[in-house]
């Protein structure tokens, strides 16, 4: 069965470090796509970057790295130069390619809060 | 562009009664998602919706929750009769055929259930 695991509940950060949010997954199905999404304290869920299980290179959108380790199954983000403003909950998810093509459902982990500090 | 909207933000009801959850999807996305978190879990895949029909429906936890899609336009989720343990919070996603594969959430409508 497709799982995301988070094992890290709550993080703390300083102002202007990296910081580095873990994901392990697990599937069987070659073809799969993963994301993380932050959620601050107003609710919304905001998309924040993609890796494709067959794309070369590991993803990058801006500040936000996803460390895309296949053999490991790992995905894990990093954040640089962290901002009060990142202070959110973080979740890792996974879409697989199904019958759907890349259209499916997401299976996401428990999260992680992530606290930045001055 | 707006984005993905949902009504009601949050809803308090009793045991026993009927709620209506709804949901407008960003204009021309043909997939539409619901999802929800309940307290202390994962946020958890209900069905998705291709245009109007059902693409996969089956995370819809029994036959007290019914999903429609009018039009291939909003979506409705509605509960009845709720339970306690339907309370959380409901997400809709959407997302475009044919473009990239992120979905793009709604900002929620939070559902406590007394």
């Known amino acids: 069965a497709q799982k995301i695991t988070q094992t890290q509940p709550g993080m703390f950060v300083q102002e202007k470090e990296a910081v580095t949010l873990d994901c392990t997954y697990d599937t069987s199905d070659p073809s799969y796509g993963l994301f993380w999404y932050k959620q601050p304290s107003s609710g919304e869920m905001i998309f924040l970057i993609y890796?494709?299980?067959?794309?070369?290179q590991n993803a990058t959108e801006g500040r936000y790295s996803l460390n895309f380790q296949k053999a490991r199954k790992s995905a894990n983000l990093v954040i640089s130069a962290s901002q009060l403003g990142d202070s959110a909950m973080y979740f890792c998810?996974?879409?697989?390619?199904?019958?759907?093509?890349?259209?499916?459902?997401?299976?996401f982990g428990a999260g992680t809060r992530l606290a930045v500090h001055p | 562009e707006a984005g993905v909207t949902q009504f009601p933000s949050h809803s308090v009801i009793e045991k026993g009664q009927t709620v209506t959850l709804r949901c407008d999807p960003i204009?021309?996305?043909?997939?539409l998602y619901w999802y929800r978190r309940v307290m202390g879990k994962e946020i958890k895949f209900l069905l998705h919706f291709v245009k109007e029909s059902k693409q996969d429906e089956s995370g819809m936890p029994n036959n007290r929750f019914l999903a429609e899609r009018t039009g291939g336009t909003y979506s409705t989720l509605k509960v009845q009769p709720a339970e306690l343990e339907d309370s959380g919070v409901y997400f809709c996603a959407s997302q475009p055929t044919g473009g990239p594969y992120e979905q793009y959430f709604g900002p929620g409508t939070r559902l406590t259930v007394t």
């Open positions: 890796q494709g299980s067959y794309d070369q």
């Open positions: 998810a996974m879409r697989e390619e199904g019958f759907s093509g890349g259209y499916n459902k997401l299976i």
């Open positions: 204009s021309g996305h043909d997939n």
